[in-house]
């Protein structure tokens, strides 16, 4: 019951992963290999035609996100998005990576009137797809666009974006550093390593044996936005750390992580293009990018406290017993609530940020 015709669909994606890893003679860099594995056109995890969220392994989903859970999750972040339209000036939403829409819909029911116009970036045409029929109702206030706006004055957000774009491996063997790329074996794929000038932005130490990542998609990403920006805000809600918890040296083995059946797995060589493969955010990194591009961070907290700072609790009051059951795991701290953390963006005149009210932690950045 998984997914139609997905056996060829995997044999095409690994075929075209062979013929990329020996176009680039043998060895392809693992960021290579996870952008194909991920967004290659009709192929790739995110592209083909999969139900990639929801709730229970059943539905035939690999793994639930924040607006997945519980629509009090969009309710809460549509205040502190109605704050930070107030306080630029703006008019329009602006969201990355919309996956189902499910915040999309959460977002404009809970803004109404007060967003004019609700842009939709996204890596995947199948995704759009399925947000362009659950948004029907919005009309034509939502819009998608195939490339970066020149220039944007308006609010943007992005939940669970940055986890999904590519990373490097380094892997240091306790005398230097080489970066893990992936070549083929036969039918299959093994890793290896090369020399590299390529080091984590943080002085270590690390223990011999340490693979990690670097994240220069990510980076560059805010660095796009921060040009564009003219404008506005932005807050982005992701699992991660900042840079000194990221490579701590107990962290030996990084963050990669690949997401199928709602079980994780350590390893993306295997079934490429079933499965989800994510890296933490290091959310020094992201600050560092926004802010050496211009951007002001307005604030860097956990997810439990921004909904919290945001009024979730009040929204909780009038929720049914079940609503406050999956909206609790939005704010545990052995769920989503401390692994998951918000940053927020300002193009222009800082404003204290509803959000970020308590429990700021830019300062740990
Ligand atoms: C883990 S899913 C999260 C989806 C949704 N935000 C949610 O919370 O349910 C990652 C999404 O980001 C999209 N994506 C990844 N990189 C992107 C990029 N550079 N620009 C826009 N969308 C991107 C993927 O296509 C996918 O829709």
Known sequence: MFRTGADSVSARLRQRLHEAIAAAGGWLPFDRFMAIALYEPGLGYYTRNARQFGALPSSGSDFITAPELSPLFGAALARQLAQALDATGTDELFEFGAGSGALAAQLLDALGARVR?????????????????????????????????????????????????????????????????????????????????????????????????????????????????????????DYGFPEAEYYHPQRSGGTLMCHRGHQADADPLADAGEKDITAHVNFSAVALAGQDAGLQVLGYTSQAHFLLNCGIAELLQDASLAERAAAQKLLAEHEMGELFKVIGFVAGEPFDALGFVHGDRSHRL
């Open 117 to 237: 116009r609700y842009a939709i970036v996204d890596l995947s045409g199948t995704l759009r797809a399925r947000q362009a029929e659950r948004l029907a109702r919005f009309g034509d206030r939502v819009c998608w666009l195939d490339a970066w706006p020149a220039r944007i004055e308006g609010v943007v957000v992005g939940n669970e974006v940055l986890d999904a774009m590519p990373v490097q491996l380094l892997h240091f063997d306790g005398t230097g550093w080489q970066e893990r790329g992936v070549a083929s074996t036969g039918d299959g794929f093994a890793w290896q390593d090369r020399p590299t000038a390529l080091r984590p932005p943080h002085a270590g130490p690390f223990e011999p044996g340490t693979v990690t990542e670097i994240h220069p998609q990510a980076e560059a990403f805010v660095r796009t936005l921060a040009a564009r920006l003219a404008r506005g805000a932005a807050f982005f809600v």
